[in-house]
């Protein structure tokens, strides 16, 4: 079984910079594609950004200039530099792990963190 363990998050006023850390555990032999959603009260969730077993980045634009994702690949665990925060970054934040696999022939799995609250205030 993997877990996904998030820790970072809590109340910053706007314009502060949080962190986000996610880290992987478990019986884990590769992961493709780490990232991190989030969703706000009465919305759905949506993508902030994403990173690759390649190293190779994606950006929600509403986050494009301000967040900046990357990752430990031999601590399996992913973080989320936040600058310049916005009241409307204000949300639940989920980490994930995408075409995960425990073994070489495992079958591809997603994982998905509970979640860390980031408040942001005006």
């Known amino acids: 079984q993997v877990r996904l363990v998030e820790s970072g998050g809590g109340l910053v006023q706007a314009g502060g910079s949080l962190r986000l850390s996610c880290a992987a555990s478990?019986?884990?032999?590769?992961?493709?594609?780490m990232g991190w959603s989030r969703q706000a009260p009465g919305k759905q969730r949506e993508l902030v950004a994403t990173?690759?077993?390649?190293?190779?980045?994606n950006y929600a634009d509403s986050v494009k200039g301000r967040f900046t994702i990357s990752r430990d690949y031999a601590k399996n665990t992913v973080y989320l530099q936040m600058n310049s925060l916005k009241p409307e970054d204000t949300a639940v934040y989920y980490c994930n792990a995408d075409r995960v696999r425990t073994s070489s022939r495992s079958a591809d799995r997603t994982y998905w963190g509970q979640g860390t609250q980031v408040t942001v205030s005006s």
């Open positions: 990173i690759t077993s390649g190293a190779g980045t």
């Open positions: 478990g019986s884990i032999f590769s992961i493709v594609t």
